[in-house]
């Protein structure tokens, strides 16, 4: 355990020393029943090429770090598109239970897939822990970053986060960036997720995060929103979002696309507070998604929601508009509904509506879903088929994605470039001038 390699306080994901067991351009693996426990560096660590590996019904626990982490070592941005021998592909990790993490490294994610593409993680359970409970992506190339497509996060049950610690920030149940063209993140139960300060999320899409399908969550218990969307093209559907301090976030407008963050319809909404929609630096009239036929409630004040722009640190909003003005004004969340919500026992975890409540939600195309997370009985683990290789890349979206984003991408590249000469011409002209100042003096 080496802790000069553990650097930050928090998003450290990137900082670590090698995992107790590490694959390296290892396939065709299975690591199951096993125990790791008491250990202080990240527990498993598949990396480089490893492939065709699933780590199915172990026991993580008491771990100094995260229990997994994977990646594969291959071109960021458009390079990131192509299948190469150090290609990390085809993991499979089920039915794991992970719990009491980060005890000596506080800021490290439970289950981390870096650069990992067309691989599940599925029915776990993760609990216990400082930071992020699951997270997809690199740090770095987000908007043309290919290295996760295709990955399939299913009805995983992620609970107790952040718990208030100061690395808990900037953190969700599951976290993500990258390009996710052919992400589904379906079916998990995600709750009692708590930052100290911002960023304490049901699902969190950082960076310029793109093409997500989230659908089918049960999320609650969260004191920031339940869903955290920033990038653009992503699907928020048909997920029941209960007593988080906001139902759905857009924290920035786009920087430099046109596209909307997200397309958010059919969910059912009741958050704590009297806001379902917020974000940190939009007016209401500026927020840049598309919402649609959502049921909606508030904890705090029954009906009377509204939508509103954060304000500073002190300051709880920045500017606040009534929900019926916003649609008014915006055109957004037609077909949307503010009626009374009830379930059975959800300080139990017992989300079945009333009849009233089913029947409002289905006529806005609500489709109840099966709240199933969390490992499975042994006879009941069938395998979860990996996706084709290469679906997302083959894709008519992927082309459009790259129509969108590579012109932007190369006029940075162009300015960088630029900036570069201008700054190899001041060395030189430094250089120089140093040069004269020396033979005056002699």
Not at 91 to 108: A, E, K, Q, S, V
Not at 213 to 235: C, M, P, S
Request: net charge negative; charged share 25%; with cysteine.
């Amino acid at each position: 355990m080496s802790p000069e390699k553990h650097v930050g306080s928090g998003n450290n994901y990137g900082t670590k020393d090698q995992g107790v067991v590490r694959l390296e351009g290892v396939s065709r693996s299975t690591i199951q029943n096993c125990e790791f426990s008491h250990l202080g560096e990240t527990a498993l660590e598949i990396i480089k090429g490893s492939r065709d590996i699933d780590v199915v019904g172990n026991e993580f626990f008491d771990l100094g770090c995260g229990a997994i982490i994977t990646y594969g070592h291959f071109g960021d941005r458009l390079e990131s598109a192509e299948i190469t021998l150090g290609t990390t592909m085809r993991l499979r990790i089920t039915d794991n239970r992970i719990r009491n993490g980060g005890r000596f490294f506080p800021g490290h994610t439970a289950v981390n897939l870096g650069k990992t593409r067309n691989s599940v993680v599925a029915f776990n359970e993760v609990s216990d822990f400082f930071f992020s409970g699951i997270r997809l992506g690199s740090k770095i190339g987000r908007d043309l970053d290919f290295t996760i497509v295709d990955t399939q996060v299913l009805n995983n049950h992620v609970h107790n986060l952040g718990q208030g610690h100061w690395t808990g920030n900037d953190m969700a149940a599951v976290y993500v960036s990258g390009v996710g063209l052919g992400v589904e993140i379906a079916g998990n139960i995600l709750h009692d997720i708590n930052c100290t300060i911002y960023g304490g999320s049901g699902v969190y899409l950082d960076g310029d995060a793109s093409h997500f399908q989230i659908r089918n969550n049960l999320i609650y218990n969260t004191n920031y929103e339940g869903l955290h969307l920033k990038g653009f093209n992503n699907l928020a559907e048909n997920n029941i979002v209960y007593n988080c301090k906001s139902a759905f976030g857009q924290p920035f407008p786009p920087k430099r696309f046109e596209q909307p963050v997200a397309l958010v319809k059919n969910n059912i909404f009741v958050p704590s507070s009297s806001v379902v929609y917020i974000s940190k630096f939009s007016d209401p009239i500026d927020f840049n998604f598309r919402s649609e036929r959502n049921l909606i409630w508030s904890l705090e004040t029954g009906s009377e929601v509204n939508v509103a722009r954060k304000g500073d640190y002190g300051v709880k909003y920045a500017s606040t508009m009534g929900f019926d003005e916003w649609r008014e004004k915006t055109g957004l969340d037609q077909g949307s509904v503010i009626a009374p919500v009830k379930f059975q026992g959800p300080e139990k975890g017992d989300f079945q509506m009333d009849k009233v409540t089913l029947d409002q939600a289905k006529a806005l195309g609500f489709v109840p879903f099966e709240i199933n997370a969390g490992p499975r009985p042994v006879g009941k683990r069938t395998l979860i088929a990996f996706k084709p290789d290469n679906e997302a890349i083959d894709s008519a979206a992927f082309k459009q994605h790259v129509e969108i984003v590579l012109p932007e991408w190369e006029k940075q590249m162009a300015e960088k470039e630029l900036l570069r000469n201008d700054e190899e011409l001041a060395r030189r002209k430094r250089e120089e001038d140093a040069k004269a100042q020396l033979n005056h003096v002699q």
